[in-house]
Every structure is written in C-alpha cells, then in structure tokens.
C-alpha cells in the first residue's frame, strides 16, 4: 500500500488518513525505518497528482523491480564479506 495505489477500490471508499487510522488500529507499529519516510512521501504525492490528473498510478510498478535489483545487489555483497555502510533490516527471501 505504502508505495503502491491508495484508491477508494483500495481503501474500502475512505479518505487516506481514515485508512491509514484503520490500519494502523489493525496492526500498530511503534518505530519506521527513517530510510523509507521519503519514499513514502513522494510515492503519496506523485499518487495524489495522478489522481487530480484522473490517473491512477501505480509507483511500484516502477519502482519495484529497481527495488528488487538493488536488494539482490546489496545482499550480495554481504554475502561477499563486503562491509555495507548500512545493514538490510531483512534478507531478501523475507522482502516479500
């Protein structure tokens, strides 16, 4: 949901921030990686002016398989012994 599409088929009809309350009294979260915070805002902006434009898009149709590339990439270098300037806070077969 996060980076993909936020439309009334993917909400249940409400507005983004009564969606984001109900998934969050579903399933709370005490702490976010700093690293996916812009992400998320660009990805809810490029959505919103889709949506104004009546164009839905999807960023992670885009975004995903660079995503993916960059995960393999990174988890193969660990993988290699390579000292990463940060660490992956998962393996890539727990990324899905």
Same mark, same amino acid.
């Given at each position: 949901?996060? @980076? /993909?599409?936020? =439309?009334?088929?993917? &909400?249940? =009809?409400?507005?983004?921030?009564?969606? @984001?309350?109900?998934?969050?009294?579903? /399933? #709370?979260? !005490?702490?976010? +990686? /700093?690293?996916?915070?812009?992400?998320?805002?660009? +990805?809810?902006?490029?959505?919103?002016?889709?949506?104004?434009?009546?164009? #839905?898009? +999807?960023?992670?149709?885009?975004? =995903?398989?660079?995503?993916?590339?960059?995960?393999?990439?990174? /988890?193969?270098?660990?993988?290699?012994?390579?000292?990463? !300037?940060?660490?992956?806070?998962? &393996?890539?077969?727990?990324? =899905?």
């Amino acid at each position: 949901f996060g @980076l /993909d599409q936020d =439309g009334r088929n993917v &909400t249940d =009809g409400l507005n983004f921030q009564q969606f @984001l309350d109900k998934m969050y009294k579903q /399933d #709370p979260w !005490s702490k976010t +990686s /700093d690293a996916i915070i812009i992400p998320c805002r660009v +990805s809810v902006m490029l959505r919103g002016i889709g949506l104004t434009l009546n164009h #839905p898009v +999807s960023v992670l149709k885009v975004w =995903g398989p660079i995503a993916e590339k960059v995960l393999r990439e990174l /988890d193969g270098k660990k993988k290699a012994g390579y000292q990463l !300037s940060h660490d992956l806070p998962f &393996t890539l077969g727990e990324a =899905g």
